[in-house]
């Protein structure tokens, strides 16, 4: 457990543009006076702006009660002093108690209004969430294990460590490696309540410990700082409209000396042979269609930059291709089909893109498919490994 | 959790964590809720289905309750912290020195705590008062976090404030 911080633990900030007030972390002061400055800034907004103003707690971890009534009181006598002025608390399902509490503010004065923000923390959420897609991680992180199980030693995985996968998904990558490696704990965190779920079952089922998975939003944790030796976010930059967000998130809960270990895919490099120009077209336009949806799929061979600008030193990147040859040719099939119904389906109809266009990208697939079960083809789907250390 | 329960029909709760100082240390210095309140979040969340989100929801209604022992006036005796559990409640038990009209203070906030309007009157304490009073503090409690309080006498000049918290059920 990492020690106890010591500093300055909140900061309010308003930001004029968006007409929003925030407040983020630890609130507990003895007197009010300690929150001069903060008090005095909402009150300056209030001043300022027209119309509404939104009052943002996404990113509070505590406020105490003294607090909360300092804060309460100002917006509750703004909102009698100045009818015309409405407020919106922005608050987070992934911090239990703010809703509850900020929301009784709704109920003093209609003019305050709470809203959990919640979905949408990226753009393509629905698709991959709701989507018939936990059967394919499922499947996807079978196949990528066997070569991940021989690259993570190389990238800070060893027994005894603390570690951290964020963006989890329905945690098969966690009980894998808890199973091969005995980390001494491990926290999972996704932001799909039914993925954790799932998680948990398996957890259950067959009895597995170690793993402690939590509900939370990557680009802002309730995970305390430099915690954890090796942080793993796997196949999920890659779905974010800024990585750079969730990647600041995995330095800072980084130990110092410690790594994040990401994975990302360039999904215009899957390839196959026989069909080799219908498939390269295909995932061509895969690319092409997240990119539609503020998604980049393109991303692994960038993992070395963002993990510079990101401020970690001794990169290390690799690179390995699940193949048709690797395991279960079945399952390579399986995963490719589950690929055809999302992005062919809901995502190219979302798009509006018209009958031709969808079965000659359907055909690209099927194609992928033969050559992955033709007697002598090969097919396909290239990973990029990368992983920085928190310099010391 | 095998617990069984005892002849009056209260369930045994389990201990988990235990921490007694000097009441004279503890109000040396406000953080000390903080510290406190985040220390034994952690530990007894470790085995929860969520333990970040367990471990946020029980320090925030915890750390109410330091400062609430935080305001005592008196500068001699004991605090104790102990928390048990009984499968999804947890049970903070918090004693600390108390004068006798004191406690009756205590007795009938939680009295208050119980009655129907507690909602209404936790909601109206928020849009009038300037500051919460220990009475609102405990209210909040119960409102927010469906936390089951009672007091009970302790020792010398001593109260227990024992607070029941259902956290794993008011989760997703
Ligand atoms: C493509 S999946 C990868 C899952 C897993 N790492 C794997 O390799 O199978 C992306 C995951 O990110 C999760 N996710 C999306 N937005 C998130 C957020 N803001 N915070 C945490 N997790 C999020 C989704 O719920 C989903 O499980």
């Given at each position: 457990m990492s020690p106890y911080n010591l500093h300055a633990r909140f900061k309010a900030q308003y930001d004029a543009n968006n007409q929003e007030f925030s407040i983020s972390g630890v609130v507990r002061p003895q007197a009010i006076d300690e929150l001069g400055p903060s008090l005095a800034l909402l009150r300056d907004a209030i001043g300022r702006v027209r119309g509404v103003l939104y009052v943002n707690v996404r990113r509070l971890a505590q406020m105490n009660n003294a607090a909360f009534y300092a804060f309460s009181r100002i917006i509750i006598d703004a909102c009698r002093a100045?009818?015309?002025?409405?407020?919106?608390?922005?608050?987070?399902?992934?911090?239990?108690?703010?809703?509850r509490k900020f929301g009784r503010l709704s109920g003093i004065e209609p003019n305050i209004t709470v809203e959990e923000y919640d979905s949408?923390?990226?753009?393509?959420?629905?698709?991959l969430e709701e989507g018939g897609f936990v059967p394919i991680l499922r499947t996807q992180?079978?196949?990528?294990?066997?070569?991940?199980?021989?690259?993570?030693?190389?990238?800070?995985?060893?027994p005894g460590i603390v570690m951290a996968d964020i963006c989890c998904g329905i945690g098969d990558f966690a009980v894998l490696v808890q199973k091969e490696f005995q980390p001494s704990r491990i926290v999972a965190l996704d932001h799909s309540i039914s993925s954790l779920d799932y998680a948990r079952r398996v957890m259950r089922e067959f009895d597995i410990r170690g793993i402690e998975y939590t509900y939370g939003d990557a680009s802002e944790m309730l995970l305390d700082e430099e915690q954890f030796d090796l942080v793993t976010c796997r196949h999920s930059l890659q779905i974010f409209n800024r990585p750079e967000l969730i990647l600041k998130e995995l330095y800072r809960?980084?130990?110092?000396?410690?790594?994040?270990?990401?994975?990302?895919?360039?999904n215009s490099h899957?390839?196959?042979?026989?069909?080799a120009e219908s498939i390269r077209w295909t995932y061509n336009e895969v690319a092409k269609l997240f990119a539609h949806f503020e998604m980049d799929v393109e991303l692994g061979p960038k993992s070395r930059r963002y993990l510079i600008e990101a401020g970690f030193d001794d990169i290390r990147v690799e690179t390995f291709t699940v193949t048709n040859l690797d395991g279960d040719v079945q399952d390579f099939a399986d995963v490719i089909v589950a690929w055809a119904d999302v992005y062919a389906g809901e995502m190219a109809t979302k798009r509006g893109d018209g009958a031709e266009f969808v079965a000659r990208f359907r055909q690209g697939f099927q194609d992928h498919i033969f050559a992955a079960l033709h007697p002598k083809g090969y097919a396909g789907w290239p990973i990029w490994v990368a992983s920085g250390r928190r310099p010391q | 959790m095998g617990s069984v329960h005892d002849p009056v029909g209260e369930p045994t709760f389990e201990p988990m964590i235990q921490i007694d100082m000097e009441i004279k240390t503890f109000v040396s210095a406000w953080k000390h809720c903080d510290y406190v309140s985040?220390?034994?979040?952690?530990?007894?969340?470790?085995?929860?289905?969520?333990?970040?989100?367990?471990?946020?929801?029980?320090s925030s209604a915890f750390n109410e309750l330091l400062e609430v022992a935080f305001r005592t006036r008196h500068a001699d005796g004991e605090l104790a912290c102990r928390v048990s559990r009984y499968g999804a409640t947890d049970r903070i038990e918090?004693?600390?020195?108390?004068?006798?009209?004191?406690?009756?203070?205590?007795?009938?906030?939680?009295?208050?705590?119980?009655?129907?309007?507690?909602?209404?009157?936790y909601l109206n304490s928020v849009s009038g008062d300037l500051a919460p009073s220990r009475e609102v503090v405990l209210l909040e409690l119960a409102v927010d976090y469906n936390a089951a309080l009672r007091v009970e006498e302790a020792d010398g000049d001593a109260i227990t404030l024992v607070v029941d918290l259902p956290l794993e059920g008011l989760q997703h």
């Open positions: 100045r009818p015309d002025l409405k407020f919106v608390v922005i608050t987070s399902s992934v911090v239990g108690w703010t809703s949408e923390f990226y753009p393509g959420q629905g698709f992180t079978k196949m990528t294990w066997r070569h991940e199980r021989a690259i993570l030693p190389r990238h800070g995985m060893r809960i980084c130990k110092p000396g410690g790594r994040v270990y990401i994975t990302n895919e360039k899957c390839l196959g042979e026989p069909r | 985040t220390y034994i979040a952690r530990m007894i969340s470790q085995n929860r289905s969520d333990s970040v989100r367990h471990s946020n929801l029980f918090l004693t600390f020195p108390c004068m006798p009209e004191e406690r009756q203070f205590y007795e009938e906030a939680v009295l208050q705590v119980v009655g129907f309007e507690a909602k209404e009157r």
